[in-house]
């Protein structure tokens, strides 16, 4: 199996993360792969918003835990405190991808090469949907007005971090979801 394919094969969603910085090389060649990618018309309609202030990435996801605790269906919440308590699991890096509207296959296009720059560099990473809530937070115009361009809205995130020891595996792949007709 080539290096391509066995970092397809080793990539899983890091929800456990040390804390520890990561490198600046690191967080470049991530994002290089993230522009590296195709997107309809070549139209690259997209922002890649680099996060790496620790206290920001903590304050976001104790107002989203918080706005989570208060909800009536608490489903969310229960899920968090089961993973560690955190909407973010202590990852120091998160890199927001700010999209025009209408654009979300070239955003999925962008975080996953992404992901598998992150996890070909022996780093955790998870593509994080649930960012999108610090937004409806009470601090979410300022979270906003800081990391959303002007004329884009959010896209998806990836966290990336170096994993704690417990992480998980990959998920099974299901070839029966594969068909082959003729
Ligand atoms: C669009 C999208 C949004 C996701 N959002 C979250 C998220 O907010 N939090 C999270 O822990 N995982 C999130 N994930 C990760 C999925 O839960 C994960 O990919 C799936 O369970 C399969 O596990 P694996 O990535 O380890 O193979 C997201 C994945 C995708 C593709």
Redesign the pocket.
Known sequence: MNETLQTIKN???C?SYTGEPVEKEKIEAITLAGVQAPSALNKQPWQLIVLQDKSYIEEMDASVMDMLSKQQDTSTYERMML?GGK?F?NAPCMIIIAKEAGTDLDT?IV?ENMALAASSLGLGN??????NLSFDTEKGDKFKAKLIPDGYEFG?ALLVGYATEDS?T??EPDLSKVKYIG
């Open positions: 990539r899983y969603s929800r993973r909407v699991y999925g975080v998870v593509i994080c949907g649930l960012m998806v998980k990959p998920h």
